[in-house]
């Protein structure tokens, strides 16, 4: 073990000339920068090499990953479609409360950046075990939070909330003290763990469902799928956004 960490230390060494690849690591460790990145080196390595702090917050830590971005930006193009297209609808209609949430969705859809996270298990710990322990790639960027103390209500809002965080308060007090949009889905909900795990919920009387709700969580309200497609189109648009809101860094970390 001690030679393996020896040979790690060496591999991983901070990079001293700007045109080798690299990868990075950055937040709560102490020994943040670039480092070389060569064929095999894992995720481990780069854990043990940075020392990640015992106060990083590992449910909110990031593995962002270059190859990963152009399905992101795919995504989100086509999210500000499909609210461009909407918003010229309820224009025609002229539903003003349906244009002021469509503008106000397209506003945060347009400053989320493409960031090219990926799951990844970012507990040293359970990184020992080969299958949480992948192979990085040149240009990887790693970052551990700290722990934050809230969680965010976001969607078919009247406006966005982000909300203290109690191990006490269930998913559907936090939707309670967030007002809901009269566009709001009546009987849907998507979770977003801070760890990038989606889960599409039941939310109305007749196929309401519960679930955990993690620190640095986001919760997002759907969009009636009446006032973003027309007739006869698919509606992806919800599960879309869930997807990439699930993309970006913990709530309290996010750039808007």
């Not at 009987?187 to 620190?215: C, F, H, K, M």
Request: glycine fraction near 6%.
């Amino acid at each position: 073990m001690i030679a393996r960490l020896l040979t790690a230390a060496i591999l991983l060494q901070p990079a001293l000339v700007a045109a080798a690849p690299i990868f990075s690591i950055t937040g709560a460790v102490s020994q943040p920068g670039d480092y070389q990145w060569q064929q095999g080196v894992r995720l481990l390595d780069a854990s043990v090499t940075a020392q990640v702090n015992s106060n990083a917050w590992y449910m909110g830590a990031t593995l962002q990953r270059e190859s990963a971005k152009l399905e992101q930006r795919k995504l989100k193009v086509g999210l500000l479609f499909d609210l461009r297209s909407a918003k010229v609808r309820s224009r025609l209609a002229g539903n003003a409360e349906a244009q002021a949430l469509i503008e106000r969705l397209t506003a945060q859809v347009e400053a989320m950046p493409v960031t090219g996270r990926i799951p990844a298990e970012m507990n040293p710990l359970k990184q020992r075990l080969v299958r949480y322990n992948p192979l990085l790639e040149a240009g990887d960027k790693i970052h551990y939070a700290l722990r934050p103390n809230s969680i965010t209500v976001t969607g078919a809002v009247q406006a966005d909330c982000q909300l203290t965080y109690s191990y006490a308060t269930s998913l559907y007090d936090y939707l309670a003290a967030c007002p809901a949009h009269p566009l709001a889905s009546a009987d849907t909900l998507y979770l977003i763990q801070p760890d990038g795990a989606v889960e599409r919920l039941g939310s109305g009387y007749w196929n309401q469902q519960d679930a955990s709700v993690a620190v640095g969580a986001t919760l997002f309200v759907p969009v009636d799928e009446t006032a973003l497609t027309a007739d006869g189109e698919p509606e992806t648009f919800n599960e879309d956004m869930a997807a990439f809101i699930a993309t970006q860094t913990p709530a309290q970390e996010r750039i808007r």
